[in-house]
């Protein structure tokens, strides 16, 4: 296992060839020097002619021997092994993974670790039992041989919970009574929840007599979070990490339900502490948008907190008595109060029935608060609405008015006087009276008092014993202007001037704004959808163990509501979204209460072996052979010029450095090549791809989208000229309608001017469809997609989202659902367009001209398309579905079709209603 | 090839290359000819030609032959008509211009060309200083001018290399006649040239232009050789063994050329790692020489 080892070692047959390389570098006389001599005739050749084979210095012979060595080496494909053996013992193996969600960082050197163990396993014959943790008793399958083992490790992914071992142990009993292990190896998470240490020393008790080794990563747990706390101002996320010791620091990222990022704070960790917390003082409107809180870069799901709707955007209802008002509606209070509301919420205005028919359709649209504007005295009907709706946690504003004035409502929060007073009046003696403060209790504490808002009219309060606790803010002679009391889990605020100007100037003010939001904010049941207790929530969107979406996998159940606060994430229960899109509920991986700790090997017997993980994997040499004999090569080319005087000749070294020169400044002397090529490209409406410097890569993508064009062709009006391959730091791209670039990490950076190109293009209405060609959603990580960000992160990139059904994409050409590739795992993400934040309602249709300027896809779509000359395809599709491949040609006609037609076809949502208008 | 035959692109390359370097070569001629002229005198003298020099009064015991009646009838004096000696008359000058010429190694001070062009300018400047006729081969009349280099220098250019094989035209007998090439061209050409000239009773001169490589042969270690004139090549293994051979073949050439020349002519090499002036004082020294069978 260790050392040097080959893939091809018949390769190395080769080496065979070295003496006979050697006999004909000797006898190959070098190159003659060319000379101009004008008495040729003159010459005579002698009888014999020796050549000059002896001329080939040794040291020269030597070193094309260490190239063509160095070359059949390479080709051999050498790999070096740092790693030493790691299983010693003899008879069954067991092999015990943990596959929980603190695994997941460095999930692949685990893997890698359990495959070099199986390999040697594999070598020795040995049976192996394969245990991964967080599978739970089914995880522990038969015994199976290494390759079988190595099958199945393969296909292992972390889950999003900590291992569940406290069941194993009895299964694992029983098993080692039919069959005891010949050794024990385990790979043990470096978070635990207290288990690890019984399981483990279980297991030793199992294998007594058999070698045990414990292969343990060095890397520290992933950071957790346990917690988002929201209070007035903040919200606070607590961190947690298993082991406390060196100071750690990191950033923390919220994101919003598409996966934008909304803010991003650096936290840190002091020595000795397992507990940190990060705050993020954020306005109210991006606060109610955060749909998830991770730690950047931490690769776990124990990293992620999910936010349920509780936390969605809060929606207020405005309920106005109909009258006058609306037929002049820039002066009506549900005006002054839709601007004030609309920097932070969503009005919702619920027609202009009667009061009762009003009211009702606001508290069934479940909004935060309900403003209800000079609205005299509420029906029973309404006032038990309203009572009800407190009580879940709603808040009622209500604004005075002359209406009110005038009732005797007692929905109100203290008693008020019967009329109203006027102050500044023509007949009063008094002046309209200042705003004189906020009480201290209040959620108003802290507001700038402003000096210019006057109140000219007020409702006033019978005095009473509390009338000063629910007072929020009072004028400056003392009389309250806005009261509020507790009903319930809600309020019920009274401002005791109207909504509109008529009775004072506070509803113009900015303080009013803030006093709005204020109040809004205290409705804690808002925006969210009400569930039932008792209902079984279907999981929605759950967590793999890197803590990215997942697929529901089997035996995942729902939960019901009433347990998610109590219920422990688990195998059939993972961490994630339960619910449906109208209304769902968040089940996190970790809760305050939780054990989060690192496992506790030490009472384990002194037999136990431990080791690491193989953390650095085998090094491919044959990259390095190859360089090494190419850079060799290039040595015995200059050794030749030296020896045949070559550098003596002044014009040589001139003709080198103009080549030298011609190298550099190639691209200024392109410039008439350029033109041709503009020209050539503008020729026919025709496709391009960049040039990754890939032969493969480029191939395929030039083959792909040959064929495509060759398929669109054949299928529509459109007849594609051949593509072309564009370079982006030079080449001319606005003469392209639609650039394929499909993305590798191996290739070099784009420099920052070639992605400004590429945005300028963009901005010019031409379209980028980015390929990650690895199967991976764009908000996934891969080393393409993190690349792709890089390469995106230069440059102004919209607000992305995957195709929504409705979207032109999708009825282009061919009626679509997916767009497929060679693979058929990713998303295509497209420009989002003006989106209306209720899923519930339809979408509008896209704007007409909004052809996305970058489309983004994991599904290698030229990978897909591309075929030989013959009509024979490059390469194998993945899931290799029926007629996968003909829906490839077609995502690849309707994103040509979308790039080149914009979205008139956007029309075709309209057809049922024009079929219907029609009679049809 | 000629400047009478059609233009190739070549030739016209070739003129315009010519007719480049002629400026230089003219002063160069000149600063060639001025370190010269000096010691060289013309031979303006009486004696037997065909042109008047001068009336001299008669001396008892000449010849009656030589009075010119008309001028003595003038007067009571009896006057002789002396004409002027005539035993420079014209020389023409040859110049192999052929590929082969236009090679400069290392080793060399300039290109066979130019070595052969300044000759020949050099020449046509001291010799039309001293009141000789100087003419080009091919060209239909000899020149008379004192800037006879740049007449020359002028039909040179005009006119283009001239084959070897053109028949000198306007040359009468006993002209001298400077041959200045490599000659490495066709043997048969060149014996032909000889014995027009040698019929004509011509003073030939030859001036042989080598250059040190041609003369040394100076390579080693395998040389891939081409002929500038027919692109032909030649390989050779080890080019150090071939040197003696080569040396011992082109000294039997170079006695084949001498042993071409029929009494009265010369020969001259000129090397061009060596400066002008050094062949150019020779070739006066052989012009100004005693004419061992004309007049």
């Given at each position: 296992m260790s050392g040097l080892s080959f893939i091809a070692p018949l390769a190395l047959l080769g080496l065979l060839a070295l003496p006979a390389i050697w006999?004909?570098?000797?006898?190959?006389?070098?190159?003659?020097?060319?000379?101009?001599?004008?008495?040729?005739?003159?010459?005579?050749?002698?009888?014999?002619?020796?050549?000059?084979?002896?001329?080939?210095?040794?040291?020269?012979?030597?070193?094309?021997?260490?190239?063509?060595?160095?070359?059949?080496?390479?080709?051999?494909?050498?790999f070096l092994h740092p790693a030493e053996r790691i299983i010693s013992g003899e008879g069954p193996l067991w092999l015990i993974i943990d596959n929980g969600a603190s695994a997941a960082p460095d999930w692949p050197e685990r893997r890698a670790t359990a495959a070099a163990i199986l390999a040697e396993a594999g070598d020795a014959g040995r049976p192996v039992l394969l245990v991964a943790t967080a599978e739970g008793p089914d995880g522990i399958g038969a015994q199976t041989t290494a390759a079988e083992a190595l099958r199945r490790v393969n296909a292992l992914a972390p889950r999003a919970v900590l291992p569940e071992r406290a069941s194993l142990l009895p299964v694992l009993t029983h098993l080692a009574a039919e069959m005891p292990p010949g050794e024990v190896v385990a790979l043990p998470e470096p978070g635990d929840d207290g288990t690890a240490h019984d399981f483990l020393s279980g297991v030793v008790r199992l294998s007594d007599a058999a070698p045990q080794t414990l292969a343990v990563s060095s890397r520290p747990a992933p950071i957790a979070i346990d917690g988002v706390e929201q209070d007035g101002a903040a919200i606070t996320i607590h961190l947690r990490r298993p082991a406390a010791g060196e100071p750690a620091e990191g950033s923390l990222r919220l994101l919003d339900r598409k996966g934008r990022l909304l803010d991003e704070r650096a936290f840190a960790f002091t020595a000795g502490d397992v507990?940190?917390?990060?705050?993020?003082?954020?306005?109210?409107?991006?606060?109610?948008?955060?749909?998830?809180?991770?730690?950047?870069?931490?690769?776990?799901?124990?990293?992620?907190?999910?936010?349920?709707?509780?936390?969605?955007?809060?929606?207020?209802?405005?309920?106005?008595?109909?009258?006058?008002?609306?037929?002049?509606?820039?002066?009506?209070?549900?005006?002054?109060?839709?601007?004030?509301?609309?920097?932070?919420?969503?009005?919702?205005?619920?027609?202009?029935?009667?009061?009762?028919?009003?009211?009702?359709?606001?508290?069934?649209?479940?909004?935060?608060?309900?403003?209800?504007?000079?609205?005299?005295?509420?029906?029973?009907?309404?006032?038990?609405l309203a009572r009800a709706f407190m009580e879940k946690g709603g808040v009622l504003v209500r604004f005075a008015g002359p209406r009110l004035a005038a009732s005797d409502e007692t929905q109100v929060p203290v008693m008020l006087r019967r009329g109203d007073r006027s102050l500044g009046g023509s007949l009063s003696w008094s002046r309209p009276q200042a705003l004189g403060g906020f009480s201290e209790s209040g959620p108003y504490a802290g507001l700038?008092?402003?000096?210019?808002?006057?109140?000219?009219?007020?409702?006033?309060?019978?005095?009473?014993?509390d009338l000063a606790d629910r007072t929020w803010a009072s004028l400056s002679d003392g009389t309250p202007l806005v009261t509020a009391a507790r009903v319930g889990a809600g309020w019920l605020v009274l401002f005791h001037v109207t909504a509109d100007t008529r009775w004072s100037n506070l509803p113009i003010s900015g303080v009013f704004v803030d006093?709005?939001?204020?109040?809004?904010?205290?409705?804690?049941?808002?925006?969210?959808?009400?569930?039932?207790?008792?209902?079984?929530?279907?999981?929605?969107?759950?967590?793999?163990?890197?803590?990215?979406?997942?697929?529901?996998?089997?035996?995942?159940?729902?939960?019901r509501e009433a347990d998610l606060a109590t219920i422990r994430p688990?195998?059939?229960?993972?961490?994630?979204?339960?619910?449906?899109?109208?209304?769902?509920?968040?089940?996190?991986?970790?809760?305050?209460?939780?054990?989060?700790?690192?496992?506790?090997?030490?009472?384990?017997?002194?037999?136990?072996?431990?080791?690491?993980?193989?953390?650095?994997?085998?090094?491919?040499?044959?990259?390095?052979?190859?360089?090494?004999?190419?850079?060799?090569l290039l040595a015995d080319g200059l050794a030749v010029t030296a020896l045949i005087g070559g550098f003596k000749q002044r014009r040589t070294a001139t003709a080198l450095i103009i080549v030298a020169f011609a190298f550099l400044v190639m691209p200024h002397d392109a410039r008439a090549a350029d033109d041709a090529r503009v020209l050539e490209a503008l020729s026919a409406t025709r496709l391009a791809y960049v040039e990754t410097g890939i032969a493969d890569i480029d191939k395929t993508s030039s083959a792909g989208l040959s064929t495509l064009s060759r398929f669109i062709a054949s299928h529509s009006s459109l007849e594609p000229g051949e593509p072309m391959a564009v370079d982006p730091e030079h080449d001319e791209l606005s003469v392209f309608p639609l650039i394929y670039w499909p993305v590798d990490a191996a290739t070099p950076m784009p420099s920052a001017a070639a992605m400004a190109r590429v945005e300028a293009f963009m901005k010019d209405g031409g379209t980028v469809l980015f390929d990650s060609r690895d199967d991976a959603d764009f908000a996934a990580t891969s080393p393409n997609t993190a690349r792709l960000r890089d390469m995106l992160a230069m440059i102004d990139v919209p607000p992305l989202e995957p195709v929504p059904t409705d979207h032109v994409l999708t009825k282009?050409?061919?009626?679509?659902?997916?767009?497929?590739?060679?693979?058929?795992?990713?998303?295509?993400?497209?420009?989002?367009?003006?989106?209306?934040?209720?899923?519930?309602?339809?979408?509008?249709?896209r704007?007409?001209?909004?052809?996305?300027?970058?489309?983004?896809?994991?599904?290698?779509?030229?990978?897909?398309?591309?075929?030989?000359?013959?009509?024979?395809?490059?390469?194998?599709?993945?899931?290799?579905?029926?007629?996968?491949?003909?829906?490839?040609?077609?995502?690849?006609v309707n994103i040509v079709m979308y790039v080149l037609t914009g979205s008139y076809k956007a029309d075709q949502v309209h057809v049922p209603a024009l079929l219907e208008r029609l009679g049809e | 090839m000629t400047g009478h035959e059609a233009l190739t692109p070549e030739g016209v390359a070739t003129a315009r290359g010519l007719a480049a370097a002629l400026p230089d070569l003219l002063v160069e001629a000149r600063r060639v000819a001025g370190s010269v002229a000096a010691g060289w005198h013309g031979r303006r003298r009486a004696g037997p030609g065909e042109d008047f020099w001068q009336f001299r009064p008669f001396l008892s015991g000449e010849s009656m032959r030589g009075i010119d009646w008309r001028r003595s009838a003038r007067d009571e004096t009896l006057f002789v008509r002396e004409r002027e000696r005539e035993n420079a008359h014209t020389v023409w000058l040859w110049i192999d211009l052929t590929p082969s010429m236009d090679f400069r190694s290392d080793l060399a001070l300039a290109s066979k060309r130019d070595l052969a062009l300044t000759l020949a300018l050099a020449l046509a400047e001291l010799l039309s200083r001293a009141g000789e006729r100087v003419g080009l081969v091919g060209d239909a009349e000899p020149t008379a001018r004192r800037d006879g280099a740049?007449?020359?220098?002028?039909?040179?250019?005009r006119l283009g290399p001239v084959g070897a094989s053109r028949t000198p035209v306007a040359m009468r007998r006993r002209d001298d006649v400077m041959l200045i090439s490599d000659f490495l061209g066709p043997q048969a050409e060149r014996k032909t040239l000889f014995a027009d000239l040698a019929t004509l009773e011509s003073r030939v001169h030859l001036v042989e232009i080598a250059d040190p490589a041609e003369e040394s042969f100076p390579f080693a270690g395998r040389v891939d050789f081409v002929d500038p004139e027919n692109g032909a090549r030649l390989t050779a293994g080890r080019a150090e063994a071939w040197r003696n051979d080569y040396l011992a073949s082109r000294s039997e050439h170079r006695a084949r050329l001498i042993s071409a020349c029929r009494p009265g002519w010369s020969h001259t090499l000129a090397r061009a790692d060596r400066p002008a002036t050094e062949t150019l004082i020779t070739l006066c020294g052989q012009l100004s020489a005693p004419e061992g069978g004309g007049a």
């Open positions: 006999w004909l570098l000797k006898a190959t006389p070098p190159r003659p020097v060319t000379r101009v001599f004008p008495p040729l005739a003159l010459i005579v050749r002698p009888k014999r002619d020796d050549e000059t084979p002896v001329r080939t210095p040794w040291w020269l012979i030597a070193l094309r021997l260490l190239i063509a060595g160095l070359i059949v080496a390479a080709a051999a494909g050498p507990r940190a917390d990060a705050r993020f003082e954020l306005p109210l409107e991006i606060r109610n948008d955060i749909a998830r809180a991770e730690v950047a870069g931490g690769n776990s799901a124990l990293g992620v907190h999910l936010l349920d709707d509780r936390w969605r955007r809060r929606s207020v209802a405005i309920v106005t008595a109909t009258g006058s008002e609306a037929a002049r509606p820039l002066i009506a209070p549900e005006y002054f109060l839709e601007k004030a509301l609309a920097p932070f919420a969503e009005v919702i205005v619920p027609g202009q029935g009667a009061l009762s028919e009003a009211f009702k359709a606001a508290v069934d649209a479940r909004p935060a608060a309900i403003l209800v504007a000079d609205v005299g005295r509420l029906g029973d009907g309404e006032a038990a700038t008092v402003p000096g210019d808002v006057t109140v000219s009219r007020q409702v006033l309060a019978e005095p009473g014993v006093m709005l939001r204020r109040t809004v904010a205290l409705g804690t049941a808002s925006g969210a959808r009400e569930i039932s207790g008792n209902a079984m929530l279907p999981p929605l969107a759950l967590l793999d163990g890197q803590g990215r979406p997942a697929a529901s996998s089997a035996g995942v159940t729902g939960v688990s195998r059939s229960t993972p961490p994630g979204l339960y619910g449906s899109d109208d209304g769902f509920r968040a089940l996190n991986p970790l809760r305050p209460e939780m054990t989060y700790a690192p496992p506790d090997l030490s009472g384990l017997p002194d037999g136990v072996r431990r080791t690491g993980l193989v953390t650095e994997t085998a090094v491919d040499l044959s990259s390095f052979g190859f360089g090494l004999a190419f850079l060799l282009a050409f061919y009626l679509l659902g997916t767009f497929v590739g060679r693979s058929e795992g990713s998303p295509l993400w497209v420009e989002a367009g003006e989106t209306n934040e209720d899923a519930g309602e339809e979408r509008p249709v704007a007409a001209d909004g052809v996305s300027p970058l489309l983004i896809t994991g599904n290698d779509l030229a990978g897909a398309w591309a075929a030989d000359d013959d009509g024979a395809f490059l390469h194998p599709l993945v899931p290799g579905a029926p007629r996968q491949r003909e829906f490839a040609f077609r995502a690849g | 740049e007449v020359i220098a002028m039909k040179l250019a």
